[in-house]
Nanobody
Framework: VRLVESGGGLVQAGGSLRLSCEVS????????MGWYRQAPGKQRELVAR???????NYGDSVKGRFTISRDNAKKTAYLQMDSLKSEDTANYYC?????????WGQGTQVTVSS
């Protein structure tokens, strides 16, 4: 099973980015999928999670600015990030729970310039 993230990059504060995470190598759909992030010198933190039924929860720092969604047919999760701030700068990791295992992507860097 592989998780392939894309969509990171450099953006100015106030701008938007959309991250994608595609699951490959699995015959079954993921249960929960999510995004975490880790900035230099900080612990990894939850950004957003979405269940197979579409229920979502968000980290406090991104509520109202980020939106997680998924397309089960494409085995892909998305993270729409709006009103980006410099403190959103981090490496963003996708995760997927498939059967009884958790899988992680390699991460995609998001840098927000002020």
């Amino acid at each position: 099973v592989r998780l392939v993230e894309s969509g990171g990059g450099l953006v100015q504060a106030g701008g938007s980015l959309r991250l994608s995470c595609e699951v490959s190598g699995s015959r079954v759909s993921a249960n929960a999928m999510g995004w975490y992030r880790q900035a230099p010198g900080k612990q990894r933190e939850l950004v957003a999670r979405i269940s197979s039924a579409g229920n979502t929860n968000y980290g406090d720092s991104v509520k109202g600015r980020f939106t997680i969604s998924r397309d089960n047919a494409k085995k892909t999760a998305y993270l729409q990030m709006d009103s980006l701030k410099s403190e959103d700068t981090a490496n963003y990791y996708c995760t997927a729970a498939i059967l009884y295992s958790d899988y992680w992507g390699q991460g995609t860097q998001v840098t927000v310039s002020s």
